[in-house]
Antibody, heavy 121, light 107 residues
């Protein structure tokens, strides 16, 4: 059974760096074809894809946020990390990590519960 | 980026109604279109992938169709548990992009 769970700070100050952790189970981060993505959702708004890391450590980023994002993983700990620099109140959102569907391009078939991050001084 | 536009943004319907939601891509995406359902306070869940393939466990009253730029999600007979927000997403090219969502609520 595949599960994902996000963790990290619930409150960050403007200009600070956010680091979120996604702890996964039920699959291996190093297995061929595996990918884990990060998607966020501001309160009452739509979903926005942020980043994706593949089994071979290849990382892809949203062009509009590329300069602020870093995605990495630790296979031995079954964890994926997302770092976002220079946080701003507009980055207030629920951040989800999600499992990339195998063989179905970049759709996401398993999602974490989400982590609400508020950016405020 | 490929822009995804859903219509309507919201709709009110009754149990038993047939509901149709459309999603239009700003360029052709072949059949690389997926639908998600999100209930209040919950994470999205994959409903249909690759335009028309139901995810395991999804009731057969849900169906999807389309190709190129125009896609449709249909709920054949709306059930109480279907009241939610629905999002389309393209995976034809990076970055994956989502529509703005369609909220289905009770009439």
């Amino acid at each position: 059974q595949i599960t994902l769970k996000e963790s990290g700070p619930t409150l960050v100050k403007p200009t600070q760096t956010l680091t979120l952790t996604c702890t996964v189970s039920g699959f291996s981060l190093s297995s061929s074809g595996v990918g884990v993505g990060w998607i966020r959702q501001p309160p009452g708004k739509a979903l926005e894809w942020l980043a994706l890391i593949y089994w071979d450590d290849d990382g892809r980023y949203s062009p509009s946020l590329k300069n602020r994002l870093t995605i990495t993983k630790d296979n031995s700990k079954n964890q994926v990390f997302l770092t976002m620099t220079n946080m701003d109140p507009v980055d207030t959102a629920t951040y989800y990590c999600a499992h990339r569907s195998l063989g179905i391009e970049n759709s996401f078939d398993y999602w974490g519960q989400g982590a609400l991050v508020t950016v405020s001084s | 980026d490929i822009q995804m536009t859903q219509s309507p943004s919201s709709l009110s319907a009754s149990v038993g109604d047939r509901v149709t939601i459309t999603c239009r891509a700003s360029q052709s995406i072949s059949v690389s279109l997926h639908w998600y359902q999100q209930k209040p306070g919950g994470a999205p869940s994959l409903l249909i992938h690759t335009t028309s393939t139901l995810q395991s466990g999804v009731p057969s009253r849900f169906s999807g169709s389309g190709s190129g730029t125009d896609f449709t999600l249909t709920i054949g007979s709306l059930q109480p548990e279907d009241f939610a927000t629905y999002y389309c997403q393209q995976s034809y090219s990076l970055p994956p992009t989502f529509g703005q969502g369609t909220k289905v609520d009770i009439k």
